[in-house]
């Protein structure tokens, strides 16, 4: 019996502290944080908003091949990923940590 009360004891303590332990590392609000990729998207979209000029470039790589998107008319995060429109109406959905850059400066035609 003494050993019962024991282990009752311990797991009463174990799932107390663990309790405690995911209360304290909770957001506010209880709104789980976002992630990396979650923040990079955002923070692309955002750089998208910024930009005045057109057109828009997006350069892409992925598997050591560089594409550069042009004409782009709108950049949205959702989730961990981007999601981008151009001016032909093709809808692009991509990782953000593919995206090298978004820039209204031309890019330079190789010879």
């Known amino acids: ?52 000029r057109t057109p828009v470039y997006l350069i892409h790589s992925r598997d050591d091949t560089s594409t550069v998107l042009s004409g782009i008319k709108s950049v949205r995060a959702v989730g961990g990923v981007l999601v981008v429109q151009d001016d032909k109406g093709l809808t692009y959905v991509m990782n953000p940590r593919d995206v090298v850059m978004i820039t209204d400066a031309a890019t330079k035609k190789e010879p």
């Open 1 to 52: 019996m003494k050993t019962l009360t024991t282990l009752l004891l311990l797991a009463t303590l174990a799932t107390g502290f663990g309790q405690s332990v995911d209360a304290a590392l909770a957001r506010p609000g209880g709104a789980p944080a976002p992630t990396e990729v979650e923040e990079l998207a955002r923070s692309y979209a955002a750089a998208f908003a910024s930009l005045t």
